[in-house]
């Protein structure tokens, strides 16, 4: 198993001192920081876009990771970028030529990530690995931090385990949604090697002990 990446996503963050709110994170020792994009279609929220992004860039040295909760999400990649985005992950359930989207996020050169929906079936992503560098099983129905982690999805993480393993792929497995103290332990247990962790991170006073907390508990 690879070390264990903890991403925590800055949808819990306070938004209104965001640039310190990155560093933070950073300081208490993350991995990745995690960038919630959604459009008001895909998911009913609209948060936050690629100018966003570029403002937190200059904030932290660390891995961008942009999860794209939006349709025709082609139509963003190249806006992220070019605000400094280093993995972008787009959602299986919105892209009708899935191999073309994750190609043309590698011509950049960044990482590509396809996410599933807790409803949406592991096998849909079998015929893409060749070109993804991260798998993304959403955990809870993406649009909202502070939800309840999706016990169903357990299963999914196994599978998806052996998918890569059995491909011989070095991509990521990454988890969302629903990750905290009491969950941790089932996720990284059934495989996942990254983790998005918002109000576990965000939704306590000291981010530096949370995180440490988190890479504790997840044994
Ligand atoms: C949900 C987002 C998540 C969310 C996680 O739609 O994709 O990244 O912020 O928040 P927690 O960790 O609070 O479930
Ligand atoms: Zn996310």
């Not at 640039?19 to 919630?36: L, N, P, S, T, Y």
């Not at 994009?37 to 100018?51: C, L």
């Not at 899935?98 to 011509?107: A, G, P, V």
Request: proline share 4%.
């Amino acid at each position: 198993m690879k070390n264990l990446l903890i991403a925590p996503s800055i949808l819990s963050a306070d938004f209104a001192k965001l640039g310190e709110e990155v560093q933070a994170i950073d300081k208490g020792g993350c991995d990745w920081i995690h960038f919630d994009v959604m459009d008001g279609s895909f998911v009913p929220p609209i948060t936050i876009g690629d100018n966003v992004c570029k403002a937190i860039r200059s904030h932290t040295d660390k891995p961008l990771d942009v999860h794209l909760m939006v349709n025709h999400p082609d139509t963003q990649v190249e806006a992220f970028v070019n605000a400094g985005a280093d993995i972008i992950t787009v959602h299986q359930e919105a892209c009708i030529h899935l191999e073309r989207t994750l190609q043309y996020i590698r011509s950049f050169g960044k990482k590509a990530g396809v996410s599933l929906n807790p409803a949406t079936p592991v096998s849909t992503v079998q015929n893409v690995l060749h070109c993804v560098d991260m798998i993304l099983l959403m955990s809870v129905n993406p649009g909202y931090g502070g939800q309840s982690y999706i016990h169903a999805v357990t299963e999914k993480i196994v599978e998806a385990r052996r998918m890569l393993d059995e491909a011989g792929s070095s991509a990521h497995l990454q988890v969302d949604g629903g990750v905290n103290n009491a969950t941790i332990a089932e996720v990284v247990g059934a495989g996942a090697d990254c983790v998005v962790a918002g109000s576990a991170v965000y939704n306590t006073p000291d981010y530096a002990q949370a995180i440490r907390e988190l890479r504790k508990l997840a044994g």
